[in-house]
Each structure stands twice: as C-alpha cells, then as structure tokens.
C-alpha cells in the first residue's frame, strides 16, 4: 500500500513541495517590519500570461511574477473579489475590502450602506508609528491607492480624495490626477499643491525632479506627473518628449521604498498598475501587454529590496479579471506584438475625418506594423465621418487589430474570476491556499504584529 500511494506522487510534485518548504521555512515564524502590497488592476489570469510569452519570445526570459514561482520563492493562492453588492467587484470596493477589512457596495471607498466607516489600513499603520504611502500609474486619486487610504461615500469624488490625503499626511503619494492638485482644474479654485509644500513635502512634476530626490530624502513627497493616468508605457517608450518628464512605475517604486525604508519602525506601501485595467476596459492589446510588463519591473524592485531586507512582506495579486484576454492564434501573429511602437488608444486618437483610406493604412501600419485591407479602413473612416458618432472606435479598431495579432478579449468589463494571490517574505508561509479579498486586511496586520485594538 505504501508503495501504490507513493507511486501516485511525481518528481514534480516532490521538487514543487521541497522549493515550497524551503522558502517557507526562510521565513517562518518571522514578523514583517514592512509590507509592500502591490496591485496589477483587472488583470486577468489570461493578462499575466500574455505578458509571461511577450518576455520570453522577445527577450529570452519570464517574468518576475513567474520566476517566483519558477524558483518556489514565494507562496501562492487564489483569492475570491466579491464585493458586498456584487460577484463582479470594482476597484473601489476591491481595494477597501484590503484596506478596510470589510466588503462594501461597488463604488464606495470604505463606507458601508448604513454610512459607518472602515478605518483604512494605511490609517492605522500610519498611527502604529510606520510610514506609509502609495504609488500608481493612474491618478493617486483613483479607487485603488484611496481603498487604502480614506472614507469616501463615491469613488468619483477624486477632488475631495485629494483634500482627504493633505489631512492625512502620508509620507509618499507617487502618480497622476494632476487636474485634482491643480488650482487652474479644480471648482474651487485650490492650489493643492501649494498646500502640500507649505505642509512640508517636497512636490515633483516631472521624471528629473523625482530622480534628483536626494537618496537620504526624510520628507514626504508628493508627485503627480501627468492629468488624468500616465501615458500607456508603450506610447511613453516610442516618444523621447513623454521618456524626459514620465517616470516609469519601477522609478516611482524604488524611489518611494528609498525614502519610507528610513523609518527605523518601518514602512507599508501599496503599488498599483493602474492602466492594466484601464487598457483591458478597451480591450487594447499593445497597452495592456507592456503595462502588465512595466508593472512586472515595479515587481523587480519590490522583490529585489525584499531579498535583501529580510523584513519585507510583498504581497502581488489584482483586484478583480478584466475583459478575459488570450492568444487564440499563431505565433507568428503574437510577435508582431514585440516590434509595436503605439496604443490603440493612441492609433485612434491621431485619426481624422479626412483621412484617405491610403493615409490611414499607412497610419496604423507605422504605429502597430500591420497593413488594413480597403473594407477594414473604411469601416474606421466610416465612423470618423458619421456625425453621430462620439469618441474614438474602440471595439470596432479592437477586432480589427485581433485579427492580426492573435490576442482577442472575452469582454470590456471586470469579471467575477478568483485571481492570483502571491507572496513573498516573512508572514508568507501563514498564507491559505483560498482567501477573500477582506481577509487580507487581518493578514497584513497579523504579519507585522500590530495590534488592531491600539490603532
């Protein structure tokens, strides 16, 4: 009997459980001194392993988020996104399950249908003597980084979300959403970010002034580069302009982990990959596959100090799916993929009614490396012209550019999908293999010893 039950265990399963227990026993019975919580938004099982193939067909090599895996470093669960009013959550109440310990209804930031609050995570880490702070490539502003961060009826109250991080006083708030800071953008007329300077922080608007922070920095910053979210990376990548006053998310992550590791109490930050959801929403494959990439180089930073430290926790998951992308076609159309220099956010929105159908294949071919057929650009034209078209063609210009690169989208919407949860460092070996998203909120609290009843 020993032998039969015995043959049913493979080499693979014995190499899987041996990687597993050795990172486990690194780090067990350890405390985390800090937690770096970073969230790649609406990324899809199918958005992880898009951008796993890009990195290896293009530059030999698999991602950082695998590579844990690959080498048994870290430990892995799935993770149920329910919110309190829905199967399919969205960011705000994804995130304020983290940050709250509760589930809320879709759009609310930590505030439950009979007006209570949830005190935020970063709130109470903040009062257990940490630093804390967030880092996003969309507005800092936007649901996920305020999940953490405040109480908010409306997720799209972002102008009074700005208001609530200059009571606050966090210690790094790294993003977009300029037009929340800004006096000329706002109703009222504030100048926010005057205000952030006059309590003390040092506010940066562009790429050189984050670099030029001085390493031994001990104020808090505050950085908003851009309106609205960041450029894609791809369109950031194809224009020197965009590359001398954009940071990527990497930069941002490791210029706030130089400045929040100083407290000699330590530090709790979340990072997101913001414009992984918004490029999903427009079922957008060029975006989508190199934000998931750059936010897989945040990765690198978070887990390249984590090594080193020893104290840190980092913890790597998505809030919810979005729109179920995947390669359903040749290889040789995926690589195309590797030599795009534009969105199709960006294709879209260079276009003009009086494009020629021959402008526009010439248009699209330079931009994404493809050549349109005659009925393909005037079914885009076609729309350019109608005046009762609004916006730019994004599901019409989306099916078009699957045909030639193989990817295709299941929606444009979130999804009820239980979704990768990873972790890397002290407090990871206490992971369950299944969790709520709310259940992390205890989690992170529990890894870093701090008394829920004293903050």
């Known amino acids: 009997m020993i032998a039969a039950g015995a043959s049913l265990i493979s080499p693979f399963d014995l190499l899987a459980g041996s990687k597993k227990q050795q990172s486990n026993l690194a780090h067990q019975g350890k405390r985390a001194k800090n937690i770096i919580f970073m969230v790649s938004d609406g990324m899809s099982i199918g958005t992880l392993t898009l951008a796993d193939l890009m990195l290896q067909r293009k530059e030999g090599r698999q991602s950082t988020w695998m590579s844990l895996y690959n080498r048994g470093t870290a430990t892995r669960a799935l993770m149920d996104t329910a919110s309190a009013n829905a199967l399919v959550t969205d960011s705000a109440a994804g995130s304020s399950a983290w940050g709250g310990g509760v589930r809320v209804n879709n759009g609310s930031l930590n505030v439950n249908p009979d007006g209570s609050f949830n005190k935020p995570i970063l709130q109470k880490f903040k009062d257990a003597g940490k630093s804390v702070g967030c880092v996003t490539s969309v507005p800092i502003t936007h649901a996920t980084p305020a999940g953490f961060c405040v109480n908010v009826p409306n997720r799209g109250d972002q102008a009074i979300i700005a208001e609530e991080y200059l009571k606050l006083e966090f210690d790094v708030m790294l993003g977009a959403g300029l037009e929340f800071f800004n006096a000329e953008d706002r109703k009222d007329k504030v100048d926010l970010l005057q205000k952030f300077s006059q309590k003390g922080y040092s506010v940066v608007k562009n790429r050189k002034e984050l670099q030029n922070i001085p390493s031994s920095e001990t104020k808090p910053l505050l950085g908003v580069f851009h309106k609205d979210g960041l450029p894609y990376v791809v369109d950031v990548q194809s224009s020197t302009e965009l590359q001398s006053r954009i940071p990527t998310l990497a930069e941002m992550t490791k210029v706030a982990i130089n400045r929040l590791k100083q ?24 975006a ?35 729109a179920n992308p995947g390669l359903f076609s040749s290889d040789k159309k995926f690589d195309l993929l590797q ?36 009925d393909e650009a005037q079914q885009i034209l076609k729309y350019y012209q109608s005046p009762e078209s609004k916006g730019i063609p994004v599901d019409i210009f989306a099916r078009i550019v699957s045909k030639y690169t193989g990817v295709a989208f299941g929606s444009t919407g979130h999804s009820s999908d239980f979704v990768e949860l990873t972790m890397y460092g002290p407090g990871s070996d206490r992971l369950p293999q299944f969790v709520k998203n709310s259940d992390l909120h205890n989690f992170m609290l529990d890894a870093a010893a701090v008394n829920t009843s004293r903050v």
């Open 263 to 286: 407290n000699k109490e330590g530090f709790v930050m979340q990072i997101e990959g913001g414009a992984v959801d918004w490029a999903a929403h427009s079922n957008d494959a060029p």
């Open 288 to 322: 989508l596959i190199y934000e998931q990439i750059a936010f897989d180089e945040a990765i690198a930073e978070a887990i390249d100090f984590a090594e080193k430290d020893g104290e840190t926790l980092v913890i790597i998951t998505t809030d919810h799916g979005n």
């Open 339 to 374: 030599t795009v220099k534009q969105s199709n956010n960006w294709v879209l929105n260079q276009i003009e009614p009086d494009f020629t159908s021959s402008k526009l294949i010439d248009h699209i071919q330079a931009a994404q490396g493809f050549a349109l057929n005659q």
